[in-house]
């Protein structure tokens, strides 16, 4: 089996995993990450902040957005572009919003483009990963181009229970040096504390 068939085989396990939830416990884990992640003292003193906007089947984080422009930091969010290809895009008010490629929510064209390396904080989504930030996401590579000019903070977020310890990986997969669950924060593998 090639590395591409084993990522879309643990995909397929982990989106059925995923979609066998409980809705309280989605909603539940998905509060406890994003207060924890509001607690980091990077992402509280980072001035630039990038973060996904989270679908059904991914953590909320419209918590992170709205304290992001609540405190008055620059707010970051994906537009995609073409195939495997997204910019940083700014916006100030979550009604920038509208859904997009995929049936994300997406900043409007007219939003400002963002740098990445004007970007402090970076907080991304994966299908899973394992303590030690090894990631598979959806397959399109957004992320992974993303982490090729990166150099920031940046922190994965995934529920606990689909977490992953063996996360087949290719050459071109970055690991992301925090994970955050409902547990806890991970740093390079290893439990760390919140500040």
């Not at 309280?24 to 884990?29: D, G, H, I």
């Not at 992170?64 to 995609?80: H, M, R, S």
């Not at 929510?105 to 299908?127: G, M, N, S």
């Not at 090729?148 to 996360?167: D, F, K, N």
């Amino acid at each position: 089996m090639t590395r591409q068939e084993e990522k879309q085989q643990l995909r397929a396990i982990v989106r059925r995993l995923e979609a066998a939830l409980a809705p309280e416990y989605k909603a539940k884990s998905a509060r406890s990450i994003a207060h924890r992640l509001l607690a980091m003292p990077e992402y509280q003193e980072a001035q630039t902040v990038f973060c996904f906007v989270g679908t059904d089947r991914e953590i909320d984080t419209r918590p992170i957005l709205e304290d992001a422009l609540a405190a008055g930091k620059t707010l970051c969010v994906p537009l995609c572009t073409e195939p495997g290809r997204m910019e940083s895009r700014q916006i100030t008010d979550l009604n920038q919003l509208v859904p997009g490629r995929y049936g994300l929510l997406e900043p409007t064209a007219d939003t400002p483009v963002i740098p990445v390396d004007a970007i402090d904080f970076a907080v991304l989504p994966c299908v899973t990963c394992n303590y030690l930030g090894q990631r598979l996401g959806h397959g399109g590579g957004y992320y992974d181009r993303f982490l090729s000019q990166y150099r920031g903070g940046t922190v994965l977020l995934c529920r606990e229970l689909l977490i992953r310890q063996e996360i087949p990986v290719e050459p071109h997969d970055y690991p992301v040096p925090w994970v955050l669950t409902e547990r806890g924060l991970y740093e390079d593998g290893i439990p760390a504390p919140l500040g």
